[in-house]
Structures are given as structure tokens and as C-alpha cells.
């Protein structure tokens, strides 16, 4: 055994090693968490990015019906076309754009030479004013832009309606087309009733609720409802720096995802914290096998080398208990040419000095000063190191008898303790001892 092991020293170090190593693993899971965590923001952002494309899409086909409408109207006001022309162009563009815009469009109609026309066949009531309806007044405000009206709920359907309009060139006729949003609202309850999301919405520039998987929320605003989850999505909407975010709503808390259309409304998805850890759970697993892999590894490592300085500590206690019989008692590293004293008389202190290495020197230097002159050659051939390893393959121990200055009969034994690799002898203990006071 290693004697090197009773230093506490060893122990410690083992203990620091074995701590960077888990603070090295909690860092990499750290690391790989946030790695992980951002790759799958990236992915639900892609996908709301997604929606928002197939909502932009369903309305970029009634912008494009009113835009081609407008062209081909405005040609006709300055042509002075009589309004039975106009009224039948757009009749005829009503049944063409019924049939490509998914059946949600009830016909173009609008004001034309002061004068309200409807392809669709409706007859307003008497008094009825286009000039002051929600419609003409966007399309005005507009100035030759397409104008998306606000968002409304239809009492009798239970839809949500828009209209979409446009001043033409004469700056002061209209056309429009109103169109339901159950294409959007069928499309964001797909999205919601997806298993990892808890919720979808479409939200208008002023918070109104477009469209949401939950139909009981369509058409509420969430600018007027104060400390609403709803409110405080919409807050995040307009704050936030990021097209992410988190809210809170009770003891819950959500991610929030968000993108908005060139409309300035958003395409909004929600899901719940614990459906986003959940989501990371390959990370998770990983870490935790890793984790406990290694935090039993270290606690193996950290058992043994207890178990090896309490052992070798406990040796070392015995020994020195036991060396205080002997007048000398040295622990000897051949490997690395070094001595400890385990016991020693002050005359052999104060030949070694503080010496402790060149084991063969200071031996043969502490013989030469303690044998009688009649034994040295004796003492000096079992003093020779060269010769330890071939005396200790036939036992463990070796010991001669001489007689020293004082004429007393002493003696000194080696002692091997362990052999390293190559079957040398790596460490042995040396004893010296007085047997009689005197050999007469």
C-alpha cells in the first residue's frame, strides 16, 4: 500500500477534483438546456410565422378581388359609364369572387356617383347614408389605400365580419365587400386544439378579437378588459421587444408567441409552462442519466479514497504505536529514494540531520557511525539496497545481528510492504533494536 495516501491532502484534492467535475456537468447542462430552450422558442415562433402566412393569405384574396375591382370601377367612372353598367359589373365579379374566395364573400357593392349599388342584390332602407358607414368613412380616411375595417360580430351568425374597401379615383366613390372570417377562425381553432398549444387568437390593431379558439371570446376587446389573461397578452403584444414572452394568470404562468400581419393585427399562440419544460425532456433525461452516472461515480471515488486514508491511517497509527518499541523505525520509498521516521533515537537524528533523501547514503552513513568497527563489513553487505529485491523473493523480511559502539547486541530488519508494477520493491519498513544492554 501507498503510505502517500495518509496525507489529508490527497483526500482533498480528490474531493475538489470530483466537485469541478459536477460543476462541469451542471455548466454543459445548463448550457444545453439554453441551447435546447432556444431552438424551441425558434420552432413555435416559425410556427406561429406559419399561421400568420395562412391568415395573410385568406385575406391577401379579398384585398386582391377589391384592388382589381377598383381599377377596372375607376376606368369606368371616367368613361361616365351610367350606373346600370356599373351594377352589373359588379354582379357579374360578385359570382366570379363567390366562387373563389371559399364562399365567405357576400358581393362587391358600394357608392358610385353618390349613388349606393350592391351586387349582391340588397336593398338598404330609406334614409340608409353610405356616406357615414364604418366602410366608406376607412376607405376615405385611406386616401386610395385598400382600408380593412374593424372587425365586427354578427348578432345572427355568430361570425366575425370584416370589410374591405377602397377609394377610387374620382376620390370620392367606394367600393367594398364584406367577408366572414370563419376561413381564420376555423384555421387558429386548428392551431389551438393542438395538443402543445393552450390557446389561439387573431387580434386587430385596437386588441379586438378576430378570431380565437375559444369561440366565447370572439369579438371582445382586450384593451377594455382590464387584468384579463387577454388584457395582458395584448399588453405584452404592444411592450414587448421580443415576438416572445411570458404572462401569468393565477398560479400559472404561459409562453406567449406572436407575429404580426402587414394589417397590424397579430397571430398570437399561448402555451403553458409546464407543456414548454415538457417539450425539453430528451434534455432533461439526458442531464438527469448523466447526472446520475457521474454523481455515482464520485460518490464510488470519493468512498474509496475515504476508505483508503481511514485504512492507511489507521496502519499508520498501529505503526507508530509499534515503532516506539524499536529505537528506530523508518518508512522507506525505493522509488522515490526517500525515508520518514516513525521513531528514532536523538543520536540517529542528529546524524540524519534534516535529511530525507539518498536512502542508501544516510543509511550506510548512520551504520558507519553506530556499529562496532568488528561488524561493519557485516552490517555494510546487509545494508546494500541493490540486493533487497532478490533477499525478498524468498520472504517478506530480512534481519541481521551486530554489535554496536556500546558493545550491545542490536538488530536490523527490513520489512517489505509493497512491490510497484514491475514486481520491485516500491516500499519496506526498516526496524532497529537494542536486545541487551550489554553482550557481556
Known sequence: MNYELNDKKRFTKAALLLSAVLLFCLANFVFLYQKAK???????????????????????????????????LSQMLEKEESDEAILTYLEDQSEVFLKTI???????????????????????EPGYKPQERPWYRAAAAMQGEVALVAPYLDSQTGSMMMSVARLLSDNMSVVALDIRLDAIQKLIENTGNESRWTMAMVLDSEGRVVAHSDETELGKTYTDAGGSMGNRIYTGIVTSENHHFTVRNGPRSYYVFWTDLYTDWSVVTVMEKKDFILML????????????GVLYLCIRILKKERSNYRINDELKSQLQAAATVFQAAYMIDLEKDTFRELSATEEIREILGDQRKGVQHHLRLVMDAMTDARYKARIFEFINLSTIDERFDKQPFVEREYINRKNQRCRLRFI??????????????????????SKE
Request: proline letters at 2%.
Open 102 to 124: 371559399d364562399g365567405t364573400f357576400t358581393g362587391l357593392y358600394g357608392v358610385f356617383n353618390g349613388t349606393y349599388l350592391d351586387g349582391a342584390g340588397w336593398v338598404p
Open 281 to 292: 425532456w430528451p434534455v432533461l433525461l439526458f442531464f438527469a442519466v448523466v447526472s446520475a
Open 416 to 437: 517489505l510492504v509493497d512491490r510497484n508494477a514491475e514486481g520491485r520493491t516500491a516500499h519496506m519498513m526498516l526496524l532497529g533494536e537494542c536486545l541487551s544492554e
Open 38 to 72: 432556444n431552438e424551441l422558442i425558434l420552432k413555435c415562433e416559425n410556427e406561429v410565422l406559419q399561421a400568420a402566412a395562412e391568415v395573410g393569405f385568406f385575406l391577401v384574396e379579398s384585398v386582391d378581388a377589391v384592388k382589381l375591382s377598383s381599377y377596372t
